[in-house]
């Protein structure tokens, strides 16, 4: 019954690995978000898409790449992975018709060694 | 663009004393506010929002913010407080119209209560 998840919940990894982190919501939300957490806590959004389609790229490295397969699915890969992108990784979608309201996943929490 | 500034980075209380967790904005165009929760090792989860209308929102939780428009504040206020409530709050803003739904969030305030 889980509204948005993420897998994996944890990933450690080593500078220089590629990596990707999946995102699905059951809500049949039409828009999906990326946000990233860093260790002060702070949340920025990174990408947003709406059905399949990107409308917000915030000042991200074009070593992160979002992929939206279809309308449920928002995934994150990340290549040539830096220490600085350790943080708290966030999904979260919201509908058109309620486009204020959005529901976050429980968070992926990447380690970069 | 906007800002949002939560100047309480840490406010400690204790149970059953009252809160108050304050919220700044900045914006040059109408916005929408929210405030989001945090548990530990947990997602956001919305607690209350303001669109319009009255200026004094309510959680079912006993949480209420009020919209000061002439103050650009949104601050969070609990008369009485839980051990349940310790956690991680975020005030967040989004423009009304435009923005792609972009929501632009605070430092947070971490609310601890104690016994």
């Known amino acids: 019954d889980t509204a948005v998840s993420q897998t994996p919940k944890y990933l450690v990894t080593q500078m220089g690995n590629d990596k990707s982190i999946k995102c699905e919501q059951n809500l049949g939300h039409d828009t999906m978000y990326w946000y990233k957490q860093d260790s002060k806590k702070f949340l920025k959004i990174m990408f947003s898409y709406n059905n399949k389609e990107l409308i917000i790229n915030e000042t991200v490295p074009n070593r992160f790449s979002p992929k939206s397969p279809d309308k449920a699915h928002l995934n994150l890969h990340i290549n040539s992975l830096e220490l600085g992108d350790s943080a708290v990784y966030f999904c979260?979608?919201?509908?058109?018709?309620?486009?204020?309201?959005?529901?976050f996943g429980p968070g992926t929490r990447l380690t970069v060694t | 663009a906007q800002s949002v500034t939560q100047l309480d980075s840490q406010v400690p209380v204790f149970e059953e004393a009252p809160v108050e967790l304050r919220c700044n904005y900045s914006s040059s165009v109408s916005v929408y506010l929210f405030w989001y929760v945090q548990y530990p090792n947990q997602g956001l989860q919305l607690l209350l929002k303001?669109?319009?209308?009255?200026?004094l929102v309510e959680s079912i939780n006993g949480f209420e913010a009020e919209f000061n428009k002439s103050q650009t504040s949104f601050h969070l206020r609990k008369p009485s407080v839980h051990i349940s409530d310790t956690a991680e709050y975020f005030c967040a803003v989004r423009e009304v119209t435009g923005g792609g739904n972009k929501l632009t969030f605070g430092t947070g305030t971490q609310l601890k209560v104690e016994l």
């Open positions: 303001y669109l319009s209308g009255s200026t």
């Open positions: 979260a979608s919201s509908s058109r018709a309620v486009s204020y309201e959005q529901y």
